[in-house]
């Protein structure tokens, strides 16, 4: 396929070089001559282990060549890829004039071509570019998108020093259009690779280089912090964390990936208060570790506000303890929501049938006691009662009881999900509001 590149910077050359050992003839595009003349004598224009080789190689077989005309790179191929810079201005927003700029230039081009072209938005931006290109290349051409052209974001994910490896191994391959054929297009691109294609919504093919990064800082964080703890402690935090790394059950897996509600129960928010007092006794600042618990309030103080403006006095709880299949009230984070809704004078109703006040024994009905003594006026056994009764319905736990129920409710009713539960009718309930979705 023939493929122009705007911008032959890390990403762009790493794409020119990769894209064309991969069979495909590519030109590439950019305002520096230094860097078009290094393409065009056979050299990498960026230092990178393997890429002047490829660069080399690819130039020899005639893969690949550069200019600084757009035009005529645009007129020569079929998929244009974006990759110019998007650097953060001093307020910490994106400067994407690059970006704007090559797309009326393409989309000047594009007003001249009688046949389909793709752009495809490399560079790292953030939810609403591509719409914006969109607009710009249909403004500039006169032509109509998913017609005439169409827009793909398709991020990057290379690691600078790994970055040919990553491209030809990449954990997935992300295309986010409104475009069946483009997506088509992007696939036979790529169908030199192994990993999968996965075809999302455009604002999550945009949002989710910035999701992978800002997670990659936190883990560097958090294990410099742990480092840190350990050292004082005289722990080898390397072996400590070789070990924390084994556990793909719980550590490092999908579990707990799952917006929603706060967390609670007995063991993270005391293992937690009891790391950061420890670090706090060994004089260490663990800023990642000391905002958890900050965050989480914070959780609960949007769950807490959303249901204030419904402005509905009549709200149903499905659930009362912090998991499903459970009697475990200890940190319930919904204990203080309801806490402050009958401080406030609210009509509430609670359905948990693995919560009998009378059967609860040791720590777990001291902290009742103490938190909401009168917490058992306010439990029900039959959740046709708070079906009937209640304006709202808040699901606190994912108990599969709960799905049955929530097909019963009225459709006036609203229904606030902290857990993402699926219920037959959810996709037809005209009042679903989910916490985090």
């Not at 007129?75 to 700029?101: E, M, Q, R, W, Y």
């Not at 297009?185 to 604002?203: A, F, H, N, R």
Request: with cysteine; net charge neutral; hydrophobic share 40%.
């Amino acid at each position: 396929m023939n493929i122009s590149i705007f911008g032959l910077g890390y990403v762009g050359s790493v794409g020119l070089g990769c894209l064309a050992k991969n069979g495909h003839r590519v030109i590439g595009v950019d305002l520096s001559e230094a860097k078009v003349n290094a393409i065009n004598n056979g050299e990498s224009p960026i230092v990178e282990k393997d890429i002047d080789k490829i660069i080399a190689e690819q130039h020899k077989t005639g893969n690949i060549e550069a200019t600084q005309d757009s035009r005529y790179a645009v007129l020569n191929t079929d998929v244009s890829f974006i990759c110019v810079g998007t650097p953060s201005t001093p307020n910490g927003h994106l400067n994407l004039s690059a970006i704007f700029k090559v797309a009326g230039e393409i989309g000047k081009s594009i007003k001249e071509k009688n046949r389909f072209h793709t752009v495809v938005i490399r560079s790292t931006v953030l939810p609403g570019t591509n719409e914006t290109v969109t607009k710009i290349i249909e403004e500039v051409s006169g032509k109509e998108s998913d017609k005439d052209f169409a827009i793909v974001s398709n991020p990057e994910f290379l690691r600078e020093g790994t970055a040919v490896h990553d491209y030809f191994n990449p954990p997935y391959t992300l295309i986010g259009s409104s475009s069946t054929k483009a997506v088509e297009i992007m696939k036979e691109i790529y169908s030199g690779l192994e990993s999968p294609v996965i075809v999302t919504e455009i604002k999550i093919a945009e949002l989710m280089k910035y999701v992978n990064n800002s997670f990659h800082a936190v883990k560097i964080i958090f294990a410099n912090e742990i480092g840190n703890i350990c050292k004082k402690l005289g722990i080898d935090s390397h072996k400590l964390m070789e070990i924390f790394c084994l556990d793909t059950k719980l550590n490092i897996s999908p579990y707990y990936f799952k917006p929603g509600f706060a967390y609670g129960g007995s063991c993270l928010p005391k293992d937690l208060k009891a790391l950061c007092t420890v670090a706090h006794d060994n004089y260490l600042d663990s800023p990642l570790l000391d905002s958890i618990d900050k965050s989480n309030e914070g959780q609960k103080k949007i769950v807490h506000d959303q249901i204030l403006a419904f402005k509905k006095d009549k709200i149903g709880f499905l659930g009362l303890s912090f998991k499903a299949g459970t009697d475990d009230l200890r940190n319930s984070p919904i204990l203080d929501i309801i806490e402050r809704l009958l401080g406030k004078g609210f009509n509430l109703k609670i359905y948990d049938r693995n919560v009998r006040f009378s059967q609860l024994m040791g720590a777990n009905r001291e902290y009742i006691l103490k938190k909401i003594p009168y917490i058992s006026k306010f439990l029900i056994d039959d959740p046709d009662d708070l079906i009937r009764s209640s304006e709202v319905i808040v699901v606190v736990n994912n108990s599969s009881e709960f799905k049955d129920i929530l097909n019963q409710a009225p459709a006036s009713t609203i229904i606030y999900d902290l857990v993402n539960l699926d219920f037959k009718k959810k996709s037809e309930a005209e009042n679903y509001i989910g916490v985090a979705w």
